[in-house]
Structures are given as C-alpha cells and as structure tokens.
C-alpha cells in the first residue's frame, strides 16, 4: 500500500534576497501544483520572521516526492536559492 506524505519545508531568505526568494517561491507553487501525486503545495509567511517562508506539502506516495526532487521546478528552485537562503525539510507520515 503506498503511504501519503506530508512536507513542511523552512525557507529563511537572507535579507537582500528576501524578494527574489519569494518570487521564486511562489514560482515554484505555480509549477509544482500540476506534477504528478502533488495534493498540496502551498506557501505560508512568518508573521513573526518576515524572511522566514514555510512550505506546506501533501504527495501521494514517495514516488511523487522522488519525482518532483529531480524534476525542473524544484531543481530551479533549489539552484535559486543556493547561497540566498537556507533551507529545511521535514517529512512527515500522515496518521489515518
């Protein structure tokens, strides 16, 4: 039986580069949210860190996770933020 999983990724954007960390971000969603096993994909603010970017993530299998870490969306992503944030990723098993 494959298992859902669930994603929440960290985005701390160095200041000079808060915007164009956004912009890619949101990018990123528009891509993202028509991948194959992509349920949610969406993108959240700190109130209290307005560098600090959250990603809510829910894939149909690990598959559709493996799929999307080497396709183009999140390849660019992750090449755009190299060296203006940093980031965190936590996987997650949904419970039933």
Known sequence: MQKAVAIVAFIE???EYRNEVEMALRRAVAATLSEAGCEQYALHLDPQEPNRFVMIERWHDRA???AHASGPAFTELAAMLH???TLQVNFYEPIP
């Open 13 to 15: 954007a160095r200041e």
């Open 64 to 66: 559709s996770v493996d």
């Open 83 to 85: 060296g203006r944030s």
